[in-house]
């Protein structure tokens, strides 16, 4: 069965301070891996989408990277307003599967 | 464009009582989904439609109903409420060829059972 699992649970950092978000992944035949950002009271916001090892892609202060087992969300001097819960999920055939997400909050 | 919506946004329902979830998109998406969100446990798929006229189970389905009329709409029917279903449902659309761009979710139902 498909899996993501998303560590940590939750995160908390001073503005400026960087750090990486994990989603470590086990599905069959690979079609994406997406990540959102989840305001509270708010749907997901589509991130990102990774669909081979190796790929990165950018935005603003976070980055994705992709491997055959995992996929990193990094995080680059963060702000207060990148406080949010973080979304991973893999896409296999007309399934997306999604982690539990981590919670980050980034104090002034 | 107003994206995914959702209606209502708040509900409180009795054990037993039915009602039905409403969803609508207007970005012409083919790919329609519905979700629930439970603290600890993400977003879990409950049913989803590849078009009109067809829907299919995903991972929680018991309790739930769908139907895809049109490409614009597609309601989530609750047959008899019960306590295991308060959560927050999500609806959420994209693109056939849209793996570049994930979901487009709408803002969310937030259900309470009692």
């Known amino acids: 069965e498909d899996q993501v699992t998303q560590s940590p649970e939750a995160l908390r950092l001073q503005e400026g301070e960087s750090s990486s978000l994990n989603c470590s992944y086990t599905?069959?035949?690979?079609?994406?891996l997406f990540w959102y950002r989840q305001d509270p009271g708010k749907g997901p916001e589509f991130l990102f989408t990774?669909?081979?090892a190796g790929e990165e892609k950018e935005k603003e202060r976070l980055k994705a990277t992709l491997t055959k087992k995992e996929s990193f969300l990094h995080i680059t001097a963060p702000k207060p307003e990148d406080s949010a819960t973080y979304l991973c999920?893999?896409?296999?055939?007309?399934?997306?599967?999604f982690g539990a997400g981590t919670r980050l909050t980034v104090k002034p | 464009n107003a994206g995914v919506t959702q209606t209502p946004k708040f509900q409180v329902l009795k054990t037993g009582q039915s009602m039905t979830l409403q969803c609508a998109q207007d970005?012409?998406?083919?790919?329609m989904s519905w979700y629930r969100q439970d603290p600890g446990m993400g977003l879990r798929l409950i049913h989803y439609?590849?078009?009109?006229?067809?829907?299919d189970q995903g991972e929680v389905p018991n309790g739930y109903n769908v139907s895809r009329s049109t490409t614009e709409d597609f309601p989530l029917r609750l047959l008899s409420a019960a306590p295991s279903q308060t959560s927050v449902y999500f609806c959420?659309?994209?693109?056939?060829?849209?793996?570049?761009?994930?979901?487009?979710f709408g803002s969310g139902t937030r259900l309470t059972v009692v």
């Open positions: 990774l669909y081979s």
């Open positions: 959420a659309s994209r693109d056939r060829q849209g793996n570049n761009y994930g979901y487009t």
């Open positions: 439609s590849v078009g009109a006229g067809i829907t």
């Open positions: 999920a893999v896409y296999n055939n007309n399934d997306m599967r």
């Open positions: 599905v069959s035949g690979l079609r994406g």
């Open positions: 970005m012409n998406h083919e790919y």
